[in-house]
T-cell receptor
Framework: GNSVTQMEGPVTLSEEAFLTINCTYT??????LFWYVQYPGEGLQLLLK?????DKGSNKGFEATYRKETTSFHLEKGSVQVSDSAVYFC????????????FGTGTSLTVIP | DADVTQTPRNRITKTGKRIMLECSQT?????MYWYRQDPGLGLRLIYY???????NKGEISDGYSVSRQAQAKFSLSLESAIPNQTALYFC????FGVGGQETQYFGPGTRLLVL
């Protein structure tokens, strides 16, 4: 089946620290991979995506590279800010199975000044 | 104005009551979804609709029903609410970008408490 596994949180970092949130997936075929972010009191927003192996998605200083050999899509940011405090969700979808989305359980990030 | 809106934003109800959560979108998307979010479980798909005449069960449809009244409106009903349906509910729409890849867009959520 299809599934996404994220590192458990919560994660607490100091401002300007380096961030990595691990995400691995299980899927047959060729899924597309996504990171969504949920700020307090809001719905999920697309942060970045990658549609094929070796693609790198990037947005707002965040990056993630689609690694088919390790079935991973780890989220990274070189220098986090307090405003990055949110819950981050990794997700996959497969176009060949109707594009149904599968979400990870979410990783809560708190950045302290 | 928000592209995907949900009403109500918060709701408290009692066990056995029937309630409806509503979702409207101005994005012009055919596909709409209902998810619930529970702590430690992420998002789970309840129902989805690829167009007005196409409605499908998701991972956890038991105890829920939906109605797609128009392209822009997709309602979720709890026929007889029970406490373990206490959760945060999200509506989403989606479209297809370059290469045919789907992206989902979420509403702000409805927080439901069943007593």
């Amino acid at each position: 089946g299809n599934s996404v596994t994220q590192m458990e949180g919560p994660v607490t970092l100091s401002e300007e620290a380096f961030l990595t949130i691990n995400c691995t997936y299980t899927a047959t075929g060729y899924p597309s991979l996504f990171w969504y972010v949920q700020y307090p009191g809001e719905g999920l927003q697309l942060l970045l995506k990658a549609t094929k192996a070796d693609d790198k998605g990037s947005n707002k200083g965040f990056e993630a590279t689609y690694r088919k050999e390790t079935t991973s899509f780890h989220l990274e940011k070189g220098s986090v800010q307090v405003s990055d405090s949110a819950v981050y969700f990794c997700a996959l979808s497969r176009r060949d199975t109707g594009n149904q989305f599968y979400f990870g359980t979410g990783t809560s990030l708190t950045v302290i000044p | 104005d928000a592209d995907v809106t949900q009403t109500p934003r918060n709701r408290i109800t009692k066990t056995g009551k029937r309630i409806m959560l509503e979702c409207s979108q101005t994005k012009g998307h055919d596909r709409m979804y209902w998810y619930r979010q529970d702590p430690g479980l992420g998002l789970r798909l309840i129902y989805y609709s690829f167009d007005v005449k196409d409605i499908n069960k998701g991972e956890i449809s038991d105890g829920y029903s939906v109605s797609r009244q128009a392209q822009a409106k997709f309602s979720l009903s709890l026929e007889s609410a029970i406490p373990n349906q206490t959760a945060l509910y999200f509506c989403a729409t989606s479209d297809f970008g370059v290469g045919g890849q789907e992206t989902q867009y979420f509403g702000p959520g409805t927080r439901l408490l069943v007593l």
